[in-house]
């Protein structure tokens, strides 16, 4: 097998034409480590190469894991035996939400007022120190004397700010923020004089309207919201969405239009329109048809049916419109009924169908063609999954690793495929010679080996790729790790002024910092959670 250094840690090249990535063997510089024994002297083997286990380290601490509120991070320089983590006051986002008015200030700027009507806040980002943890966080609130503050884990985001006031569109701003600190973000919603509407009508076609609840929201080239995502009137068809002025100067903006509701058997369209010019013609989103029943079996490569599968059907339909179907299951005998629109007249909707975790069977994108009248398909054929099989060793390097649990988590997608649903599947144990074989889709996974015993688990990252040939995968056989206790107290407040407390059951995780094919990530180490004093016990690698 033939690996990159700066690459994934385990990245195996697969068989038969097309499948091969790499032609050349790689200059032996470039190669990573495959266990302990090929580092230096109180360095171990990690997924980007050799590095000492006490360094690069970044704690997360999440004191209300069901909430993930308050996270903080902190990176810690030389990890000791005791290490106690005393957690910085809530952080936050906050400031004020200003109204500009038509009016002229004194100092010929322009007059502002505080909002003090109900709105919503959502800031996204990610963690500071931790490339790739991303951070989400919502509220609704009713700003006193324009005063707002919302409460988030350290991190970097952008702030969106929408008003309960459908005629005002959102704005946004960034802030960081770190640990303990409250980062000033003021927000401006436009003045009513720096507004323009535009107004249209939604029809299915000829005049016929949409009997179906629709929003419609103006976007940005890029699909950053121009206009809040308003309804457009069910009796008549009729809607008017508010946008910055400056954006109504453009050559065009878009227009998209969505169902909503339980059952929305209306695809969602996408109208580029100039701004600048009244809309004289309706939106059609064009005959699309009505719902039709597609019915099937998934069978595997054995011909055995496959039960549990999900399908669904989705793609461009009647209209130029794009629907997404509601998903169905496949029954014990692999049969499954699904509903979807039609195919538009010529072209094929993709069916999707995604085996349980632990099948042979694997993930299968099919085109089919839907016509008005349903269809029933032929026998749905999956490939068998890729099996991929390694050895792991005992951390001497020599005796086998038998019952380590092994989970696999997709982190990324290969091109032409989609990712596979996440959740972690465990995918059973190392058995006998601390073998492991996983039957997996293509993509880019983070697979994880979680030892029974006092050792620390150990992650590597695995791109299985597409090939129609039954080979396996062969990974390289590498040891788990020697471990390390890692112990300490998580306690909020201020020691020195007698307020300190503990934090029970707070989430607790050990990463170290690394870079992967050129871009920073991070890799989970360890994970504890802290008992009723506040006490928490983690494993981590050592030499």
Same mark, same amino acid.
Request: hydrophobic letters at 30%; charged letters at 15%; glycine letters at 12%.
């Given at each position: 097998m033939t690996r990159r250094g700066a690459g994934l840690a385990l990245l195996a090249v697969l068989a038969g034409a097309g499948c091969a990535l790499i032609e050349e063997e790689p200059d032996p510089s470039q190669l990573v480590c495959s266990s302990d024994d090929e580092c230096g002297v109180d360095e171990v083997c990690f997924p980007d190469g050799c590095g000492d286990p006490g360094r690069d380290i970044v704690v997360e601490v999440v004191p209300n894991p069901q909430k993930r509120s308050n996270a903080q991070d902190f990176r810690v320089e030389d990890l000791r035996p005791e290490q106690n983590l005393s957690l910085f006051a809530p952080s936050s986002v906050a400031g004020l939400v200003m109204r500009a008015t038509s009016l002229p200030a004194a100092d010929g700027g322009v007059a502002m007022r505080p909002y003090s009507e109900p709105l919503r806040l959502r800031a996204t980002g990610e963690s500071l120190l931790l490339p790739g943890v991303v951070r989400q966080y919502d509220a609704s609130l009713v700003p006193i004397n324009g005063t707002w503050a919302l409460p988030v884990g350290t991190g970097r985001y952008t702030v969106t700010l929408t008003a309960d006031d459908v005629e005002?569109?959102?704005? !946004?701003?960034?802030?960081?923020?770190e640990p303990g600190a409250t980062a000033p973000l003021d927000m401006v919603l436009p003045a009513p004089d720096t507004l323009a509407w535009l107004s249209g009508r939604v029809e299915r076609e000829d005049g016929v309207l949409v009997d179906a609840p629709l929003d419609i929201q103006a976007l940005d080239a890029d699909l950053t919201a121009l206009s809040q995502r308003v309804s457009v009137a069910r009796g008549t068809g009729d809607f008017t969405v508010v946008i910055p002025r400056e954006a109504s100067r453009r050559t065009a903006v878009l227009l998209r239009v969505t169902a909503t509701g339980t059952a929305p058997w209306v695809p969602?369209?996408?109208f580029? =329109?100039?701004? !600048? #010019?009244?809309?004289? #013609?309706?939106?059609?989103?064009?005959?699309?048809g009505t719902p039709v029943r597609v019915t099937g079996r998934v069978?595997?490569?054995?011909?055995r049916p496959v039960a549990g599968a999900t399908v669904s059907l989705q793609g461009e339909v009647g209209g130029g419109g794009t629907f997404r179907g509601p998903l169905a299951t496949s029954s014990t005998e692999g049969r499954f009924t699904v509903d979807t629109l039609p195919s538009a007249p010529g072209g094929t909707l993709s069916l999707v169908v995604v085996p349980p975790p632990g099948s042979? #069977?694997?993930?299968?994108?099919?085109?089919?063609e839907v016509p008005r009248t349903g269809a029933a398909l032929p026998d749905v054929l999956c490939p068998d999954r890729r099996v991929v099989r390694g050895a792991l060793l005992q951390p001497d390097n020599t005796t086998p690793a038998e019952g380590v649990r092994v989970v696999a988590?997709? =982190?990324?997608?290969?091109?032409?495929?989609?990712?596979?649903?996440s959740g972690g599947e465990a995918l059973g144990a190392t058995a006998d010679g601390g073998v492991f074989e996983l039957r997996l889709d293509p993509a880019v996974y983070r697979v994880d080996f979680v030892p029974t015993e006092n050792l620390p688990r150990v992650s590597r990252t695995v791109t299985v790729l597409p090939g129609e040939d039954d080979s396996k995968?062969?990974? #390289?056989?590498?040891?788990?790790?020697?471990?390390?206790?890692?112990?300490?107290? =998580?306690t909020e407040g201020d020691a020195d002024a007698g307020s300190a407390r503990v934090v029970p059951y707070a989430s607790i995780r050990f990463y170290r910092v690394v870079t992967l094919e050129g871009r920073p990530t991070t890799v989970l180490l360890s994970q504890a959670v802290s008992d009723q004093e506040g006490r928490y016990t983690a494993l981590i690698p050592v030499r």
């Open positions: 005002m569109p959102p704005v !946004r701003g960034t802030s960081s923020v969602q369209k996408t580029t =329109v100039d701004p !600048r #010019a009244p809309l004289t #013609a309706p939106l059609e989103l064009g005959d699309y069978v595997g490569l054995d011909g042979t #069977a694997g993930l299968t994108v099919q085109s089919v988590e997709p =982190v990324g997608q290969v091109p032409g495929w989609p990712r596979p649903p995968q062969e990974l #390289a056989t590498f040891p788990l790790q020697k471990g390390r206790t890692v112990s300490g107290r =998580v």
